[in-house]
């Protein structure tokens, strides 16, 4: 009697553990069945993209024939001598409004007699090295997020949700995109007032992106995904000041950790969490924190939705603006970049709105994503104010960069239409150096980004 109760009683036990396991993969489940999965095989690219053009032609079919290096970059020095097939402005843009972001058709609003957008032939130029979509192809069957989305708890080293189920899985993929493994590249950064005023800031960054590190482990180093350091080289008033900061993929729980390094002082000091609408240091509050790389950190202070994919003109292969940026008196222009030095072309884009949650603080009330569907970066969004009125304009001028190869940023803009003026953070071709072999262990610890400052 007393073995039947304890019988019993153990395989209730056996029964409840069972169940809770079940209950926790299944709150933790993020993968797609496996005939899902084989559509990265067929009408999908590796990494989740539509492999098909559009019904008109005027996006074409993406494919792979370009993966020779050689032949990709004639290609892209090709796509620099073309000339734009029109151009937008406020006399023809109700014929193309459908395909213009909320905020490009405001800045043509605000700015009649000077902002218009060169619309030039499309070019899917995004490709990738093979292990990036093997891993993608893994991702889509095994990769798993937290059940309220804040957190990517298991992913290997690509893309980690190619085919995405909601807007926090679209936003994760943007923020653990291929963007390179490491890093050392010169930027330049300024504000540019009304009157064309500006004054430049010259920075150094070096960035590693560990979770694209091929001897990672995902099962059991599964928290940070970037180091970032960030130092000033000039103006000589602000010159050797330093942020280093581990980027997180569990934000809510395991903030980012950052340092400041103080030069004045000699010394690097632990900083309270930077994030959300924190600004950065040298925007004049143009940017926030969470718009660094257009946008990264934690979500849980908005609800989420998924639109879809939108057929829009996006900036793109603006590899003709990078080399404009050694002349920033003709590419910094009032009100805006120079549109004489912009390229646009139509593509397909993920449509992410983010809005404020009751009882939540942000200076932002709502924001709406546009993400590329070939690389899962954001490349334009419009940022409203408390009062539901479009405030500002952040723009990515996304380039292709060979020696990576990646598509990233040659410079991002943050319009503001009720000042004015707009903040700029380029990056000239000529100061980026990569690798794909990691930096020494230790290199982004404090202790060593504190002994490298003082030399």
């Not at 304890?6 to 069972?18: A, D, H, I, Q, T």
């Not at 003709?330 to 983010?354: C, G, M, Q, S």
């Amino acid at each position: 009697m007393i073995n039947s109760i304890f019988s019993n009683g153990l395989m209730k036990c056996k029964l409840l553990v069972m169940l809770i396991t079940f209950f926790r993969v299944f709150e933790l489940q993020a993968s797609v069945p496996i005939d899902q999965a084989k559509r990265l095989n067929s009408d999908l690219t590796p990494i989740g993209a539509i492999r098909k053009g559009n019904a008109d032609g005027s996006i074409p079919a993406w494919n792979n024939k370009y993966n020779d290096k050689t032949s990709h970059s004639k290609w892209l020095r090709a796509i620099e001598k073309e000339k734009p097939l029109f151009v937008i402005d406020h006399s023809n843009i109700d014929t193309h409004r459908r395909f213009l972001s909320i905020g490009l058709q405001k800045l043509i609003a605000a700015y009649p007699d000077s902002f218009n957008i060169p619309v030039y032939p499309s070019h899917r130029t995004a490709v990738y090295p093979q292990w990036l979509y093997s891993n993608a192809y893994k991702n889509a069957l095994e990769a798993k997020i937290s059940k309220d989305g804040e957190e990517v708890t298991f992913a290997w080293q690509g893309t980690p949700f190619p085919i995405p189920a909601n807007a926090k899985e679209v936003m994760w993929n943007h923020q653990l995109r291929w963007k390179g493994l490491f890093f050392k590249l010169d930027t330049i950064e300024s504000i540019v007032g009304s009157d064309g005023n500006y004054n430049i800031i010259k920075n150094m960054l070096e960035v590693y992106s560990v979770y694209h590190n091929k001897n990672r482990d995902p099962k059991i180093d599964g928290w940070r995904y970037i180091f970032y350091l960030s130092y000033i080289k000039a103006p000589a008033n602000i010159a050797g000041g330093a942020y280093l900061s581990h980027e997180t993929m569990k934000p809510v729980k395991k903030p980012r950790q950052s340092w400041m390094y103080l030069a004045g002082q000699r010394r690097l000091r632990r900083s309270p969490v930077m994030g959300y609408d924190a600004p950065t240091f040298t925007s004049d509050g143009l940017r926030m924190m969470d718009e660094v790389d257009m946008f990264n950190g934690a979500m849980d202070r908005y609800d989420w939705s998924l639109q879809g994919v939108k057929e829009m003109y996006i900036p793109y292969n603006n590899a003709v603006l990078q080399k404009a940026l050694k002349n920033p008196d003709t590419l910094f222009t009032p009100l805006h970049i120079n549109p004489k030095y912009t390229r646009y072309e139509k593509h397909r884009v993920w449509v992410v709105d983010a809005v404020l949650k009751s009882g939540k603080k942000h200076i932002y009330n709502r924001r709406t994503f546009y993400i590329d569907e070939d690389t899962w970066g954001v490349i334009l969004s419009d940022i409203y104010d408390d009062k539901g009125r479009l405030w500002r304009v952040p723009q990515r001028y996304a380039v292709f960069y060979e020696d990576v190869p990646v598509i990233m940023t040659a410079l991002d803009s943050f319009s503001d239409l009720k000042k004015k003026y707009y903040y700029i953070q380029g990056m000239p071709k000529d100061k980026i150096e990569h690798s794909m072999s990691p930096p020494s262990k230790g290199y982004f610890s404090p202790t060593n980004v504190r002994a490298r400052m003082h030399h």
